[in-house]
């Protein structure tokens, strides 16, 4: 194009290679948005489901913990669940994304 500064090739090449990073970044975050997460409590009593977008999307409580006399044992489990659900969560993100901050 006229009047364009033209870039040197290498920064051509450079702009190229962020724009397929963004790219598979953007693609790598869909996917995790997408997938599903569990988190569990001891014994699987409660059971929390994520999306990668940290919402919860389901909870399931065994009837057998759901104790008017002890509300404290199924807050615990509903705290233990959604800890490892969250922790699911940030491994999975920081294996898919972690590769792309290395370099920055």
Same mark, same amino acid.
């Given at each position: 194009?006229?009047?364009?500064?033209?870039?040197? %090739?290498?920064? &051509?090449?450079?702009?190229?290679? $962020?724009?397929?990073?963004? =790219?598979?970044?953007?693609?790598?975050? #869909?996917?995790?948005?997408?997938?599903?997460?569990? %988190?569990?409590? &001891?014994?699987?009593?409660?059971? $929390?489901?994520?999306?990668? =977008?940290?919402?919860?999307?389901?909870? #399931?409580?065994?009837?057998?913990?759901?104790?008017?006399?002890?509300?404290?044992?199924?807050?615990?489990?509903?705290?233990?669940?959604?800890?490892?659900?969250?922790?699911?969560?940030?491994?999975?993100?920081?294996?898919?994304?972690?590769?792309?901050?290395?370099?920055?």
């Amino acid at each position: 194009m006229k009047g364009m500064p033209q870039m040197p %090739g290498n920064m &051509a090449g450079m702009m190229k290679q $962020v724009q397929k990073m963004q =790219k598979e970044m953007t693609a790598a975050q #869909k996917e995790i948005d997408e997938q599903e997460f569990v %988190g569990k409590s &001891a014994d699987d009593l409660v059971v $929390v489901t994520f999306n990668g =977008k940290h919402e919860v999307t389901d909870i #399931k409580i065994d009837p057998k913990v759901i104790d008017p006399e002890d509300p404290d044992m199924l807050q615990d489990l509903l705290i233990m669940a959604i800890n490892e659900g969250e922790k699911s969560i940030a491994e999975t993100t920081e294996k898919k994304l972690g590769k792309y901050a290395k370099g920055l």
